[in-house]
């Protein structure tokens, strides 16, 4: 055994395993800390039973790749899922909602979360609600409205997913939006963008009259009823010779109309509501490696991690919407990390030699539940098996009603790092 592992067992020996543990709330405030036990043992608290306990073996890995899916968007609406609750006030939140003044009442709409609906969230569980309806032909405009700070000389994206929630089994609806630049921040429009022509305004442009109505608005119309649908739309850059400084675009809805139907209509869903800058990407793939040295031995394992959406090794680029920022260490670490980095290293630290794998259905002896956090120990004796450290759990299935779990762990290797070579290339 490694010194590490030597250490641990002469823990696991006094039968507990304390994690401390940071707590924090769903806002990212901090709590508390707590100090738990998260150590079961099998067969002692975790009995196996149905005879199906399954000990595995997996061969060593030669390489770790991570490939994270590079985006050609950013998003820089803020929480344009509606994910964050306390920032969903009117006017002076991420989105601005119409006031009364302007034909629309306070109880005509909300931020609504899914829980007691029928009607899901597309992303998180929040969307914005509204039983409001126009069917008199008079668009109200400013309906909700979506700010972002965009880029100048930069391709831009703009969309929406909707719902027409309705007991019509044909009806017709349409939603009106508008694109305007507020350059003084005062909150009016001095540059509209014209759907007709596919461009900006040239000139200022602070009136919005009906002969103009149709060139700076767009209409999306719709027959399908109790589904969500996606609008997108691809909108050139905007620039002025005054400046290079970023600018406040808004995406302007106007209240859906109801241009037919036979039925009666409910509820408007909206949910991604956005603005995006968009960038022609060559390389659209990011692949983070991490290899055994040549000298480890003749391995040829590899374990591939596809589709990722995140990185904090793509934190320095500029187009990268899920990219996050940070530097991140171990307490064996000198220097600071990627995540990437750290997270490779533990995969193929586990798998420097054969990763030893379990299986199986197990009856909770404890009054303890099992989560995802636990740790699974197998004493059943020196003579017959014992695991010099404890198990992570992997995956679980739990019949509450008969108190058995279904559990799939794997035996770490947490002693010094395995020697490897590390880098990260763009395809």
């Known amino acids: 055994m490694g010194l590490i592992e030597n250490y641990q067992n002469d823990y696991l020996l006094q039968g507990s395993e304390q994690i401390s543990y940071k707590v924090f709330n769903y806002e990212g405030t901090y709590i508390e800390t707590t100090d738990d036990d998260v150590l079961f043992t099998a067969p002692k608290d975790l009995h196996p039973i149905n005879n199906d306990l399954l000990k595995s073996y997996e061969k060593p890995l030669k390489e770790v790749q991570f490939v994270t899916d590079l985006t050609k968007l950013e998003v820089k609406s803020v929480n344009p899922n509606m994910a964050i609750p306390t920032d969903?006030?009117?006017?002076?939140?991420?989105?601005?909602?119409?006031?009364?003044?302007?034909?629309?009442?306070?109880?005509?709409?909300?931020?609504?979360?899914?829980?007691?609906?029928?009607?899901?969230?597309?992303?998180?569980?929040?969307y914005f609600k509204s039983t409001a309806i126009n069917t008199t032909g008079t668009v109200i405009y400013d309906f909700i409205t979506c700010p972002a700070?965009?880029?100048?000389?930069?391709?831009?994206?703009?969309?929406?997913?909707?719902?027409?929630?309705?007991?019509?089994?044909?009806?017709?609806?349409?939603?009106?939006?508008?694109?305007?630049?507020?350059l003084s921040g005062d909150g009016t429009a001095?540059?509209?963008?014209?759907?007709?022509?596919?461009?900006?305004?040239?000139?200022?442009?602070?009136?919005?009259?009906?002969?103009?109505?149709?060139?700076?608005?767009?209409?999306?119309?719709?027959?399908?009823?109790?589904k969500w649908q996606t609008f997108t739309l691809t909108v050139p850059p905007f620039e002025t010779s005054s400046d290079n400084n970023d600018k406040t675009v808004k995406l302007r809805m106007g209240r859906p109309e109801q241009l037919s139907a036979n039925g009666t209509h409910s509820a408007t869903y909206i949910d991604n509501f956005y603005i995006a800058e968009k960038y022609d990407v060559t390389d659209n793939k990011m692949i983070s490696k991490r290899r055994q040295l040549d000298s480890a031995g003749t391995y040829t394992g590899l374990y591939k991690n596809e589709k990722n959406i995140i990185s904090n090794e793509a934190k320095e680029t500029d187009f990268f919407m899920g990219?996050?920022?940070?530097?991140?260490?171990?307490?064996?670490?000198?220097?600071?990390?990627?995540?990437?980095?750290?997270?490779?290293?533990?995969?193929?630290?586990?798998?420097?030699?054969?990763?030893?794998?379990?299986?199986?259905?197990?009856?909770?002896?404890?009054?303890?539940?099992?989560?995802?956090?636990?740790?699974?120990?197998?004493?059943?004796?020196?003579?017959?098996?014992?695991?010099n450290v404890s198990c992570y759990i992997d995956g679980m299935e739990h019949n509450m009603k008969e108190n058995k779990y279904n559990l799939k762990m794997h035996v770490p290797n947490q002693d010094d790092d395995v020697d490897s070579t590390y880098q990260t290339v763009f395809e």
């Open 88 to 126: 969903l006030t009117s006017l002076t939140g991420d989105f601005e909602v119409a006031s009364t003044s302007a034909g629309f009442s306070s109880t005509d709409y909300s931020f609504a979360t899914d829980y007691s609906q029928n009607v899901k969230a597309i992303s998180g569980n929040r």
């Open 149 to 182: 700070t965009v880029k100048q000389n930069q391709d831009l994206q703009i969309g929406f997913s909707y719902y027409f929630g309705t007991t019509s089994t044909v009806a017709e609806y349409i939603i009106s939006i508008r694109l305007n630049v507020d």
């Open 190 to 226: 001095d540059h509209r963008f014209n759907f007709d022509t596919n461009e900006w305004d040239s000139s200022t442009n602070t009136t919005f009259s009906a002969s103009s109505a149709s060139a700076y608005t767009k209409g999306i119309t719709t027959e399908t009823l109790n």
């Open 323 to 387: 990219r996050y920022s940070g530097d991140y260490k171990r307490l064996r670490d000198t220097f600071n990390k990627t995540m990437e980095q750290i997270v490779s290293q533990e995969i193929l630290n586990d798998h420097r030699q054969y990763l030893r794998k379990y299986e199986g259905t197990f009856y909770n002896l404890t009054l303890n539940h099992i989560s995802m956090h636990n740790k699974i120990l197998f004493d059943f004796g020196q003579e017959l098996l014992r695991e």
